[in-house]
């Protein structure tokens, strides 16, 4: 029994109160039709004469590539973009989006991708902002509060409204933004990737929430390019690439390997082939290590493991429980306490430079490919001997040799399919998936016998993602010891001989890939170590 | 020494400080306001200057102190509409655009008073006024309730700031773009309005810093602030953004400026020092900014423009 939108009149919303849509139209009807909906940018279209039908009670998802027009569509209509063509009508009306306040006034709400809390606000500030008060010229966050708290009952959503964001956890944050779109009465949200920060568990959590909204009536546009996730909670789905709807479908009547293509444009293998190889010796060793993080606090915890000539040992956990600065540890770019070991083949590089190691054979890839992998203004050429540009090879009497470097990146471009205009192209002009191509180049040309590859196809598109992954495994075949830091589970267990769980700077289990269950690891990630899964 | 410790200096010193720290107080909470949109402004001197200057003409030609403090608010508030035009709308750095500011007041005023004043004058300055009741407290009244009504008005204006900033929608506005623009945005908070409202109270106070500065001494001369409007900005720091942590400061200021005047006045410090000793509140503010610019945080956007993306 769907149930109407609460009959509420407060702060901004309230002059919408009234409408029952549940009561007025069947759960047939469409709340929002785009139709045609075009729009450019200097040298791309990034909408291409989309459409985009969204029904009352369901969920529809928008998949597709980065860069395939998702975000510019619902850009559009959450009034961020103006459309060059096309029109929007919403509950059969046509209408205007001309800034994000009015969508919201049309109650659009929408989670973006990027939380957009003001974090040394409270909950409660956070969603009164924007809203207009009950006593005008001061805040009324008292009566703000008590709505919150009715929101977050009515919906399951446990939050304070007195708490300070920034000491939330982000799946709290989350919460928070679907609080906040719920006190604006949006009657149709967008979700822009939601899951991107969330543990497998709370991912759960979430979906229960969504499918109850939609139950209650409200369409939902959930933006993703996770397969599993938009198999299992989209009603319906459109497909997106290079601007054009290039399908519409179900979960029913596809399946993960379907959509993939669909986004794609070509078949894609989700999980790569991996050749079943003889345990060699430990490459990289890590002893005792304990590494304190920006602000002192403890962010690894006494860790120890070793990594094995051929082996890939894949790192889960949530974001922000010591990943980063392990990776930092490893690569040298964080100092560590005393009586941490690091040693690579054997030798103790523990006190080296980041230099020192390099030259006993350890590739980076990091997780933050602009600010630590390459330098944006840079071009693609520079980037690529930014490591060796000093060595013999490529300076001769202090003069760079632009022949040598030329050449080399050349050939690298070429080996390793990176689309670019040419190899004096800046780096920042090309996409996420090369700009990865261009660091993955740099870090293998130096055939690294440990490689550190930290969020590797993070925000990389499908193809070049496959194409990393696969080259991760010829690393492996050739005998480099790997170590995958990933927030992707799927990533991790795909590629991973052995998955090492982190959860507030302790590795709290080592499990073999190929026995390990996605729940299991899941319930791991959530630091639940002494419960077994329950299958 | 013991001099020093006499009961009538110490209120001559409290009064004196309270006095000094009025510009600095009136500059530094407007520049809080600004700070907190997430706007740098190191013009305030420059608007100082031209404050000071407008009022300063305005009663040695018309003699009416109430007109020139209100030139000097006036004053405030265009060259806040300009600085907001370039910093808001037009997206340019903050620091440098303040720089210009500050150059440019400075220029400003010093071609104008010379084209048309010539050689400083004095000029009547503002009154004390007695608080009834209050300012026959034995000792303390003297020391707080016998000043002027803008220095009055430089401490009204501290929890009415607070209040802006933590009670009213505007604050909450102020505070969002302060922190995290795109935020506020999301949210249909414009981004630029509030910015460039904040960018008028912030110089708008500034203006009326100029005029307090100018109407205490009576007298205008090219350079009059010293660089007074820099130590305000850097007070705001000091302060941690708060208007309360703001007056701390402010009367830190004056009470250390003060000391130092009634010290040479006395003869506790050499005149062969008295250079020195100048520099004494510039040294305390320094070793205040980093033993507190290690603990509190900033506002993250603070001289960020603002563009969607």
Redesign the interface.
Known sequence: MPVGIPQWVSTGAGRFAGTEPTDTMGSDENILEMRGITKAFPGVVANDNVDLDVRYGEVHTLLGENGAGKSTLVKILFGLYQPDEGSIHLRGEPIAIASPSEAIASRIGMIHQHFMLVPTLTVAENVALGTRSTRRPFTDLDVVSRRISEISEEHGLAVDPSVEVRRLAVGERQRVEIVKALYRDAELLILDEPTAVLTPGEVDDLFVILRRMADDGRGLIFISHKLREVMTLSDRITVLRNGKVVGNTTPAETSSEQLAQMMVGRTVRLTPEKPLLDEGHARLSVENLTIHGDRETVAVNDISFEVRSGEILGIAGVSGNGQRELAEAIAGLRGVEPGSSIRLDGVDVTGDDTRARRDRGLGFIPEERMRDGAIAEFTVSENLVLVDHGSDRFTSRGMLAFGAIGQHSRKLVDEFAVKTPGIDTPTSSLSGGNIQKVILARELSASPTVLLACQPTRGVDIGAAEYIHTRLIEQRSIGTATILISEDLDEVLGLADRVAVMYEGHIVAIVHGRSASRDQIGLLMAGVVEQTPSS | MGEFFTLSVLVATAASAIRLATPYLLASLGETVGQRSGVLNLGVDGVMLLSAFFSYWTVLETGNLWLAVFVGLAVGLVMGLLYGVITVFLKATQGISGIGIFIFGLGLSDLLFRRLVGTPKPVRRLPNVDIPILSDIPHLGAALFQRNLLTYLAFVLVPVTALLLT???????I??VG??P????????SVERTRFVAILIGNSMAGLAGAALVLQLGIFQPNLTQGLGFIAVALVYFGAWRPIGVMGGALLYGLVNATVLHWKALGIIPVSDSDLANMAPAVLTILALIIVARRV?AP?ALTKPFT?H
């Open positions: 009670r009213t929608t505007f604050g909450l506005n505070r969002s922190e995290n795109q935020a506020a945005d999301s949210l249909g908070v945080h993250s969607r």
